[in-house]
């Protein structure tokens, strides 16, 4: 597998990710109805920097993007998301990625890394995140409606770079 930045040629490849992790609806707070062009709008920030992960044939498992988590003064701070292709899941794409964004936010001067909204119920990311050193440093609870579990807490994780 290899970690790569993303070009316009990707995004075919990318939305049906985007689709089916939004869709699912237990892992993002989008729209479970969301559209290319919006996914496309909001995947694709003009302050972030987009990834892909991509097999030995150039297919892609998954994607991830990094950038201030907030304007001004907050700035120093990185923000990413991830999304991996459900036929790749289990096979370490996620651990790349959270590695590959680790190290490319700490080349691109943030000094840290906050997540805002990490579903509780997602307890293989909330277990990765932590095995990358982060921590959660609160819970908003009941703040995510999970299709299966029902209103659970959305933790913000933070690790400095």
């Not at 304007?71 to 990185?78: E, K």
């Not at 277990?127 to 009941?142: N, R, S």
């Given at each position: ?24 609806g237990d892992t ?12 496309r ?32 003064p ?35 001067g ?52």
């Amino acid at each position: 597998m290899r970690i790569r930045e993303a070009t316009e040629a990707d995004w075919p490849t990318i939305w049906p990710i985007v689709e089916a992790v939004v869709r699912a609806g237990d892992t993002y707070t989008w729209p479970r109805d969301l559209t290319e062009v919006d996914g496309r709008a909001l995947w694709n920030l003009p302050s972030c920097v987009v990834l892909v992960a991509v097999d030995e044939a150039g297919a892609v498992l998954g994607t991830a993007r990094f950038g201030p988590n907030q304007l001004g003064p907050g700035a120093h701070v990185a923000n990413a998301s991830f999304m991996v292709a459900p036929a790749a899941r289990g096979r370490g794409v996620g651990r790349a990625l959270g590695e590959a964004v680790i190290r490319g936010a700490a080349r691109a001067g943030y000094h840290a890394m906050q997540f805002n909204a990490v579903v509780e119920a997602n307890r293989s990311a909330v277990h990765l995140w932590k095995t990358l050193g982060f921590e959660i440093i609160g819970t908003a609870p009941e703040a995510f409606d999970h299709p299966t579990e029902g209103l659970v807490g959305l933790h913000i994780m933070y690790r400095r770079l």
